[in-house]
């Protein structure tokens, strides 16, 4: 709009303003807004005026699904035939007439467009017709086409005949079909017999199987295009009822029609009848295209019509003839680009908002901005969950959870008794598996009730272990009680950590961005996958190849008897006599000094091919949802089930062939390893008192260890791309943690903390998808199951697992490997980081569309993951020396200062494109505060630009 146009029409706002006051704004807003949309000069200002002014737009809510029927003549007799449906994708019926086409993106003749158009310019176009039937819609059409196309009688009679003609559906052929092959096979039955296996036959008027495909509030839109003999001129009419309305079996669903279009012409040569079904096809695209549906919900004269066609052709894009095959299908896109830039009507008076508003709102959302009162945070995180409270559990009433219960179970089972042997050697056995699995049930259950995001696993993590390991020589060497030292500890480490909470410092976790806790969570990720493979290898360690088959059979025995002839002639034939009885009368020895042999060659490779089964069987199966196999239910549940079923079936397997491969070993009573503790822990036990004041020392860097592990894996699974809707509770995790480090303390447990690779695990079996997706439409991502069920039951179980023992000592371990290795190999799907390092070897030319690719030079973006890449390897170098890795966490702190250096080598918009921009010093003021006089007091709060919008706005 030119710039004497916005003065003039300041100048009658403010007119409007001095003389209706405040109150009537938007009623004077309203008739300056017609004449702005008579201003329009294109049809996307016109669309966009028409869908601003609407009350009740619901953007993205219209779904219509649209049937094109075609005239035939069949044995004389007048038949519309379903030829092509589309909800978002086009299906055709193909030549043969027996079967539907894979569903494909929709194209037609740009011609056909053009002269849908022109007819649609000349014929007539009705809004809101308030009628209940379909002979009452083809009354009310008849008379319009009369006046328009000034129809004698007998056209009239002629083209209602033709609108009242019997629909037959695509579904409707093939029970015509089993009809026929019915009688065939029984040609000499009984009529009545006959009768009666016919009416076994479903009656198929409409089509509810394909109901399902339908998403929930479709409309339909029927679009009857055909010849008719004697129809001098071509007639077409688009009707809108006023309400959408059952009519009869106009439609292959039984959905409500709220469109029909008409277009019937002379019954020519071959061609025509072409372009009568290219004009549908085209008609059919537009309705399935979302902004002209959005049109013919508003429109409120032809016009608007018209320029909704206008707007398409305008945003259409043609393919040369000479470079692509029409009868080529286009596969339907993974993802459809959003459509709002169609839609957005020109904000010409809002100035734009800073881009940071969105970043800083979020976080003021996710409880990251300091409230400045006392434990503010932790009571907006109250606030915040405990609407949702009952809703974490009604939740979880889906077979989504019990896989993921049962999938985690095994997946926590094992980390956790692997850790207790390890705290074993390192305490002296003041701590060991039993304690282990205690602290387990205690932590997961009281945290899967309390705290503010329940998808985080707990578990332990390698630094933990080494702070015990330091503090338990150093008890050691000054002749203290490891446990009552321990209970300090946790005690002051519980008073700092409480601290913390009441001062809002989650709120520092801003700083930890996407370079960050990324780099953090592909490392995990890769020490998840590389402890698989060193498991698996130390198995051979264990029980080692010999290709020898000789010395395989040598059965080494200590004779008590006197010949040793009988022994000397077992060695030398190779024997493996170790039946008592036999030594006894061989030579008056037994076998009771006879050992095992060395070697074991088919246990290691046994459990190789368990592990590599277990691995592929579950990738395999969590992908099968997007296979072509079975029915859409029975995908989801192999998917949901992947694990479960590769763990039974490997478990089965190992326990058929009877080759002795590694089981899991669970303790088999409660009670402490020590049997001189219990298990409550004395604060002194014979210690100093003055232990009480030196174990704030190690405390300060046991609340840096518990602080840095919880809050990056918190960060991770609460990333804005998993959608949560329930919100997140940095401070109230905290606090709970704090909490049950002291009941551990107490209890002399080991320590938990939020597991990162179980977190994102949790998460990722928790998805949700469309479970309703039209023909071709890829499942769309709806969230995450937001619930607390799933934590509880996996802690309490791994609780209850001591009771289980005779049968979890059946698992075998290489089986549990390959589960670390499937949740590390597929924790790496979705990191950009990742994606990033694969680009490093990708030519471009094969280089996938990712859209900071479009937004960064391809330099910038190999120097970024460069940066990363030698921060995850001093990480991993940190960690891989004992010495060193107890200030792994701290290594984080690095990282934050690494990336805060990276200001001064990208760009801000380079960075919001890899990374999240850092919280800014001075907070961007809010977009009521920051918009101009003008957009404040006349567009309101409704106009506010989205965030994609702010780089682009004129003003």
Same mark, same amino acid.
């Given at each position: 709009?030119?710039?004497?146009?916005?003065?003039?029409?300041?100048?009658?706002?403010?007119?409007?303003?001095?003389?209706?006051?405040?109150?009537?704004?938007?009623?004077?807003?309203?008739?300056?807004?017609?004449?702005?949309?008579?201003? =329009?000069?294109?049809?996307?200002?016109?669309?966009?005026?028409?869908?601003?002014?609407?009350?009740?737009?619901?953007?993205?809510?219209?779904?219509?699904?649209?049937?094109?029927?075609?005239?035939?003549?069949?044995?004389?007799?007048?038949?519309?035939?379903?030829?092509?449906?589309?909800?978002?994708?086009?299906?055709?019926?193909?030549?043969?007439?027996?079967?539907?086409?894979?569903?494909?993106?929709?194209?037609?003749?740009?011609?056909?467009?053009?002269?849908?158009?022109?007819?649609?310019?000349?014929?007539?176009?009705?809004?809101?017709?308030?009628?209940?039937?379909?002979?009452?819609?083809?009354?009310?059409?008849?008379?319009?086409?009369?006046?328009?196309?000034?129809?004698?009688?007998?056209?009239?009679?002629?083209?209602?005949?033709?609108?009242?003609?019997?629909?037959?559906?695509?579904?409707?052929?093939?029970?015509?079909?089993?009809?026929?092959?019915?009688?065939?096979?029984?040609?000499?039955?009984?009529?009545?017999?006959?009768?009666? =296996?016919?009416?076994?036959?479903?009656?198929?008027?409409?089509?509810?199987?394909?109901?399902?495909?339908?998403?929930?509030?479709?409309?339909?839109?029927?679009?009857?295009?055909?010849?008719?003999?004697?129809?001098?001129?071509?007639?077409?009419?688009?009707?809108?009822?006023?309400?959408?309305?059952?009519?009869?079996?106009?439609?292959?669903?039984?959905?409500?029609?709220?469109?029909?279009?008409?277009?019937?012409?002379?019954?020519?040569?071959?061609?025509?009848?072409?372009?009568?079904?290219?004009?549908?096809?085209?008609?059919?695209?537009?309705?399935?295209?979302?902004?002209?549906?959005?049109?013919?919900?508003?429109?409120?004269?032809?016009?608007?019509?018209?320029?909704?066609?206008?707007?398409?052709?305008?945003?259409?894009?043609?393919?040369?003839?000479?470079?692509?095959?029409?009868?080529?299908?286009?596969?339907?896109?993974?993802?459809?680009?959003?459509?709002?830039?169609?839609?957005?009507?020109?904000?010409?008076?809002?100035?734009?908002?800073?881009?940071?508003?969105?970043?800083?709102?979020?976080?003021?959302?996710?409880?990251?901005?300091?409230?400045?009162?006392?434990?503010?945070?932790?009571?907006?995180?109250?606030?915040?969950?405990?609407?949702?409270?009952?809703?974490?559990?009604?939740?979880?009433?889906?077979?989504?959870?019990?896989?993921?219960?049962?999938?985690?179970?095994?997946?926590?089972?094992?980390?956790?008794?692997?850790?207790?042997?390890?705290?074993?050697?390192?305490?002296?056995?003041?701590?060991?598996?039993?304690?282990?699995?205690?602290?387990?049930?205690?932590?997961?259950?009281?945290?899967?009730?309390? =705290?503010?995001?329940?998808?985080?696993?707990?578990?332990?993590?390698?630094?933990?272990?080494?702070?015990?390991?330091?503090?338990?020589?150093?008890?050691?060497?000054?002749?203290?009680?490891?446990?009552?030292?321990?209970?300090?500890?946790?005690?002051?480490?519980?008073?700092?950590?409480?601290?913390?909470?009441?001062?809002?410092?989650?709120?520092?976790?801003?700083?930890?961005?996407?370079?960050?806790?990324?780099?953090?969570?592909?490392?995990?990720?890769?020490?998840?996958?590389?402890?698989?493979?060193?498991?698996?290898?130390?198995?051979?360690?264990?029980?080692?190849?010999?290709?020898?088959?000789?010395?395989?059979?040598?059965?080494?025995?200590?004779?008590?008897?006197?010949?040793?002839?009988?022994?000397?002639?077992?060695?030398?034939?190779?024997?493996?006599?170790?039946?008592?009885?036999?030594?006894?009368?061989?030579?008056?020895?037994?076998?009771?000094?006879?050992?095992?042999?060395?070697?074991?060659?088919?246990?290691?490779?046994?459990?190789?091919?368990?592990?590599?089964?277990?691995?592929?069987?579950?990738?395999?199966?969590?992908?099968?949802?997007?296979?072509?196999?079975?029915?859409?239910?029975?995908?989801?549940?192999?998917?949901?089930?992947?694990?479960?079923?590769?763990?039974?079936?490997?478990?089965?397997?190992?326990?058929?062939?009877?080759?002795?491969?590694?089981?899991?070993?669970?303790?088999?009573?409660?009670?402490?390893?020590?049997?001189?503790?219990?298990?409550?822990?004395?604060?002194?036990?014979?210690?100093?008192?003055?232990?009480?004041?030196?174990?704030?020392?190690?405390?300060?860097?046991?609340?840096?260890?518990?602080?840095?592990?919880?809050?990056?894996?918190?960060?991770?699974?609460?990333?804005?791309?998993?959608?949560?809707?329930?919100?997140?509770?940095?401070?109230?995790?905290?606090?709970?943690?704090?909490?049950?480090?002291?009941?551990?303390?107490?209890?002399?447990?080991?320590?938990?903390?939020?597991?990162?690779?179980?977190?994102?695990?949790?998460?990722?079996?928790?998805?949700?998808?469309?479970?309703?997706?039209?023909?071709?439409?890829?499942?769309?991502?709806?969230?995450?199951?937001?619930?607390?069920?799933?934590?509880?039951?996996?802690?309490?179980?791994?609780?209850?697992?001591?009771?289980?023992?005779?049968?979890?000592?059946?698992?075998?371990?290489?089986?549990?490997?390959?589960?670390?290795?499937?949740?590390?190999?597929?924790?790496?799907?979705?990191?950009?980081?990742?994606?990033?390092?694969?680009?490093?070897?990708?030519?471009?030319?094969?280089?996938?569309?990712?859209?900071?690719?479009?937004?960064?030079?391809?330099?910038?973006?190999?120097?970024?993951?460069?940066?990363?890449?030698?921060?995850?390897?001093?990480?991993?170098?940190?960690?891989?020396?004992?010495?060193?890795?107890?200030?792994?966490?701290?290594?984080?702190?690095?990282?934050?200062?690494?990336?805060?250096?990276?200001?001064?080598?990208?760009?801000?918009?380079?960075?919001?494109?890899?990374?999240?921009?850092?919280?800014?010093?001075?907070?961007?003021?809010?977009?009521?505060?920051?918009?101009?006089?003008?957009?404040?007091?006349?567009?309101?709060?409704?106009?506010?630009?989205?965030?994609?919008?702010?780089?682009?706005?004129?003003?």
């Amino acid at each position: 709009m030119a710039t004497a146009q916005v003065v003039n029409l300041s100048n009658e706002i403010l007119k409007k303003l001095e003389i209706d006051g405040v109150e009537d704004t938007r009623t004077s807003l309203r008739k300056i807004g017609s004449k702005i949309v008579k201003r =329009s000069t294109t049809p996307s200002e016109k669309v966009q005026s028409l869908l601003d002014q609407e009350e009740n737009t619901q953007n993205g809510q219209f779904r219509l699904f649209s049937e094109i029927q075609e005239l035939n003549i069949e044995r004389g007799e007048m038949i519309w035939r379903e030829t092509a449906r589309y909800i978002k994708f086009e299906e055709l019926v193909e030549d043969g007439g027996s079967r539907w086409s894979k569903p494909h993106v929709a194209s037609f003749l740009l011609h056909s467009a053009f002269e849908l158009r022109r007819l649609l310019l000349s014929g007539i176009v009705m809004f809101d017709m308030p009628v209940l039937s379909l002979y009452r819609v083809i009354d009310l059409v008849l008379v319009d086409l009369g006046e328009n196309y000034n129809l004698s009688v007998d056209e009239k009679f002629k083209v209602k005949k033709v609108l009242l003609a019997r629909h037959q559906h695509q579904h409707q052929r093939d029970r015509e079909r089993r009809k026929k092959a019915f009688i065939k096979v029984n040609p000499f039955s009984s009529s009545q017999t006959s009768t009666s =296996s016919l009416e076994d036959i479903p009656d198929a008027k409409q089509n509810l199987k394909f109901m399902k495909k339908i998403p929930e509030g479709t409309e339909a839109s029927n679009i009857l295009v055909g010849g008719v003999e004697s129809l001098e001129k071509t007639i077409v009419a688009f009707v809108r009822l006023s309400e959408a309305v059952m009519l009869d079996e106009l439609t292959e669903v039984p959905v409500k029609s709220r469109f029909i279009f008409i277009l019937l012409g002379p019954l020519g040569p071959k061609s025509a009848e072409n372009g009568f079904h290219e004009i549908g096809r085209a008609m059919a695209a537009l309705m399935s295209d979302e902004v002209f549906c959005e049109v013919a919900y508003h429109a409120r004269d032809k016009s608007h019509i018209i320029a909704g066609i206008d707007e398409f052709l305008n945003a259409i894009i043609a393919i040369p003839p000479s470079e692509w095959d029409p009868a080529v299908r286009i596969e339907p896109p993974a993802s459809v680009p959003s459509q709002d830039r169609r839609k957005r009507p020109p904000e010409k008076f809002i100035i734009a908002v800073d881009g940071d508003t969105e970043e800083q709102r979020l976080r003021e959302y996710s409880g990251l901005v300091r409230t400045g009162v006392l434990f503010g945070g932790l009571v907006n995180d109250v606030k915040r969950k405990v609407p949702f409270y009952v809703s974490d559990f009604k939740d979880a009433f889906a077979l989504q959870t019990i896989a993921s219960w049962i999938f985690l179970y095994f997946a926590c089972l094992s980390p956790i008794i692997t850790f207790g042997g390890l705290l074993s050697e390192a305490t002296g056995k003041s701590m060991a598996a039993i304690e282990s699995l205690l602290s387990g049930l205690i932590c997961g259950v009281i945290y899967g009730f309390f =705290s503010g995001q329940p998808l985080s696993i707990l578990g332990s993590t390698g630094p933990v272990l080494i702070f015990e390991t330091i503090i338990y020589d150093f008890c050691e060497a000054m002749t203290w009680d490891y446990l009552s030292f321990r209970f300090w500890i946790g005690t002051w480490t519980s008073i700092i950590l409480l601290t913390l909470v009441s001062i809002d410092a989650s709120a520092f976790v801003s700083y930890i961005t996407r370079f960050t806790d990324e780099n953090f969570a592909i490392l995990v990720t890769l020490i998840y996958i590389y402890k698989a493979f060193e498991n698996v290898w130390a198995i051979k360690s264990k029980f080692p190849i010999n290709l020898d088959i000789n010395s395989m059979n040598i059965t080494n025995c200590t004779s008590t008897g006197k010949n040793k002839t009988i022994s000397q002639f077992l060695i030398m034939t190779n024997s493996s006599i170790t039946d008592n009885a036999t030594m006894q009368f061989l030579n008056g020895s037994s076998t009771e000094g006879c050992l095992e042999p060395p070697h074991h060659p088919g246990i290691f490779f046994m459990s190789l091919f368990l592990f590599l089964g277990t691995f592929f069987i579950s990738i395999q199966l969590k992908y099968f949802k997007n296979a072509r196999f079975f029915s859409s239910r029975v995908r989801q549940y192999l998917s949901d089930f992947s694990i479960t079923i590769a763990i039974c079936s490997m478990a089965l397997l190992d326990f058929y062939v009877g080759i002795p491969t590694p089981k899991l070993e669970i303790p088999h009573e409660l009670k402490p390893t020590l049997p001189d503790r219990g298990w409550i822990i004395f604060p002194f036990n014979g210690n100093p008192l003055y232990t009480v004041f030196v174990a704030i020392f190690p405390a300060l860097l046991g609340t840096i260890l518990i602080f840095m592990d919880q809050q990056i894996t918190a960060v991770i699974v609460n990333r804005k791309e998993h959608n949560f809707r329930k919100g997140c509770g940095y401070h109230l995790d905290l606090f709970v943690l704090a909490i049950l480090i002291q009941i551990c303390s107490i209890m002399g447990l080991p320590w938990f903390v939020a597991a990162t690779v179980l977190s994102i695990t949790h998460v990722n079996s928790l998805k949700r998808e469309t479970e309703c997706t039209a023909p071709g439409d890829k499942p769309q991502f709806l969230g995450v199951r937001e619930q607390r069920v799933t934590h509880i039951l996996i802690f309490l179980s791994i609780g209850l697992s001591i009771f289980l023992s005779p049968v979890l000592e059946h698992l075998p371990m290489p089986v549990l490997y390959g589960v670390f290795l499937y949740m590390g190999v597929t924790s790496l799907k979705g990191l950009q980081f990742f994606d990033r390092i694969c680009l490093l070897f990708t030519p471009m030319k094969y280089q996938p569309d990712y859209i900071y690719l479009r937004q960064v030079p391809i330099r910038k973006v190999h120097i970024f993951t460069i940066i990363q890449l030698t921060c995850l390897i001093g990480m991993w170098l940190i960690k891989s020396f004992r010495q060193t890795s107890i200030f792994f966490p701290l290594m984080l702190v690095v990282m934050i200062a690494i990336r805060k250096s990276l200001d001064f080598v990208f760009t801000k918009k380079e960075l919001r494109a890899l990374d999240d921009l850092w919280p800014q010093n001075n907070q961007i003021q809010r977009i009521e505060e920051s918009r101009c006089w003008m957009s404040k007091y006349i567009l309101g709060p409704k106009l506010i630009p989205r965030r994609e919008h702010l780089d682009t706005i004129e003003v």
